[in-house]
């Protein structure tokens, strides 16, 4: 019989820790009208660390945080946001980030969100969210594209772009991070 593994402090303070990475962010993008959205560190981040369900957590958190104080959009978004780290954590879960290359796991981890969140684009905001990629959609949507063909076209590489910036920052944080910190996050004593 498999023994349940209990939820440690230190992984309800990785939660916590970064969600609210996410939400800064978030808020450095808002502010700055970056077609990027720098909200999915955090998510990414705990992903690698302790597995796909605690992967959903973040993203989640900083959703709901984020879309009930300063940014609506957030809110609708959040689903995206639960994929995003899911899918880290299926990635991640079995190979190393310092193994593999960035680009071809940013891609991995991209490509699932990146179909819903243009599916929750187009449907409920027909392209234009508070994001500043909405501006590149608005320009696109004239062409033989279309409205939902310009959707994915900037989510994908906006996406795929703020998925390789998270991966990065991941990886510098993983090395930073030392040995014994990753054994008691990851459930060891």
Request: aromatic share 8%; net charge positive.
């Amino acid at each position: 019989m498999r023994e349940k593994k209990r939820i440690t402090a230190y992984q309800i303070c990785l939660v916590a820790f970064a969600a609210g990475i996410n939400i800064a962010g978030g808020q450095i993008a808002l502010a700055l009208r970056l077609p990027v959205y720098l909200d999915s560190v955090g998510t990414v981040f705990t992903g690698v660390v302790l597995g796909p369900w605690f992967g959903l957590l973040p993203g989640l958190l900083s959703g709901l945080i984020m879309g009930v104080t300063v940014d609506i959009y957030s809110l609708y978004f959040a689903p995206v946001a639960m994929i995003t780290g899911f899918t880290a954590g299926l990635v991640f879960r079995r190979i190393s980030l310092n193994r593999v290359s960035v680009f071809p796991a940013a891609l991995a981890v991209t490509v699932p969100g990146t179909m819903v969140s243009s599916l929750i684009n187009a449907v409920l905001f027909g392209g234009v969210t508070s994001s500043g990629s909405s501006v590149l959609v608005q320009l696109l949507m004239h062409t033989p594209l279309g409205l939902t063909g310009s959707i994915f076209v900037v989510q994908i590489l906006t996406d795929y772009a703020d998925r390789c910036l998270a991966l990065i920052a991941v990886g510098a944080l993983l090395t930073a991070m030392g040995g014994e910190l990753r054994q008691k996050l990851a459930g060891g004593r």
